[in-house]
């Protein structure tokens, strides 16, 4: 796995108050019962945390894979 879905893990997972061990880069966000406001809320956290801007058309993003292919593509 990359770099970005080992923190895009970690993330989440202390974000949303889930077993690191449950995650994986094929776990969706509606699995981890991630409403709007809490996508919202972990995107403006990547962005800071990876220095980037995530483009408005995020809110496709199905899998946590789907949101670091997502960061790696605007590094």
């Known amino acids: 796995m990359s770099d970005t879905i080992n923190i895009l893990i970690q993330q989440v997972a202390e974000r949303f108050d889930k077993n690191i061990d449950d995650i ?5 966000l509606e ?6 406001l809490g996508k ?5 956290d990547l962005e800071d ?8 058309e995020a809110y496709k993003l199905i899998t946590l894979q789907d949101v ?6 605007v590094k």
């Open 49 to 56: 945390h990876f220095k980037v801007r995530i483009p408005n």
């Open 31 to 36: 699995s981890l019962e991630v409403d709007s």
């Open 24 to 28: 994986s880069s094929e776990t969706t």
């Open 68 to 73: 670091a292919d997502l960061i790696d593509s």
């Open 40 to 44: 919202i809320e972990l995107l403006f």
